[in-house]
């Protein structure tokens, strides 16, 4: 089964502190996404990845960063957090073989608050 | 940009009632996938249905593909307590990522 991690399911920091969410997948996927999930908005896609130091930008990358040096793990940062970036946070990988149809499998998440 | 917006936004039914939620997409696709969330949870995929087929049985799921409607239905049958989550639809368009509607929460009362 494919198993992607996240490294908190909490976090808490404050306004400004720079926040760095991990993600690791153990299925040799070469496609890595972050979103970002809030109350009446579904998923929005801040940042995918199609292969290691590669980054394309979704639909609100502002106020975020990515960083892929290995192919199982993307990080997202947060240069100097703001409240309204208090979101849970998705993670999701998958792989470009034929037949996979581009499915999707998502980590636990991460809900961070900023103070 | 939202490309599947589904219908309702929440449902509430009785257990062992049939549970269905719509999807609406703005662009030719190559699937339409369905996924499932537990509260506080990651979303777990479901069920695909490629553009060339029309229904798709899985369990007690059933998908429906409208290509000319650019819509899709998630059917749940006999429903559970269990079901109790929010569905999305994400619709696979060639060459982007996938992008994912805003969710129907369904409630399972038993």
């Known amino acids: 089964d494919v198993k992607v991690t996240q490294s908190s399911r909490y976090l808490v920091k404050r306004t400004g502190e720079k926040v760095f969410l991990e993600c690791v997948q153990d299925m040799d996927h070469e496609n890595m996404f972050w979103y970002r999930q809030d109350p009446g908005l579904g998923l929005r896609l801040i940042y995918f990845s199609y292969d290691v130091k590669m980054k394309e930008k979704g639909d609100i990358p502002e106020g975020y960063s990515v960083s892929r040096e290995k192919k199982e793990r993307f990080s997202l940062i947060l240069e100097s957090a703001s409240t309204n970036q208090t979101s849970m946070y998705l993670c999701?990988?998958?792989?470009?073989?034929?037949?996979?149809?581009?499915?999707?499998?998502f980590g636990p998440g991460t809900r961070l608050t900023v103070l | 940009s939202q490309q599947g917006e589904e219908d309702p936004q929440a449902l509430s039914i009785q257990e062992g009632e049939n549970a269905t939620m719509n999807c609406s997409y703005k662009?030719?696709?190559?699937?339409l996938q369905w996924y499932r969330q537990n509260s506080g949870r990651g979303l777990v995929h479901l069920i695909l249905?490629?553009?060339?087929?029309r229904e798709k049985h899985s369990g007690r799921l059933r998908v429906t593909l409208d290509t000319s409607k650019k819509s899709s239905s998630l059917l749940i049958t006999a429903s559970r307590a269990a079901d109790t989550a929010s569905y999305f639809c994400?619709?696979?368009?060639?060459?982007?990522?996938?992008?994912f509607g805003k969710g129907t929460t369904l409630s399972v009362s038993s």
């Open positions: 999701a990988s998958s792989t470009r073989l034929a037949g996979a149809d581009d499915t999707q499998y």
């Open positions: 994400a619709a696979n368009q060639a060459g982007t990522a996938l992008i």
């Open positions: 662009t030719s696709i190559n699937n």
């Open positions: 249905i490629r553009s060339n087929e």
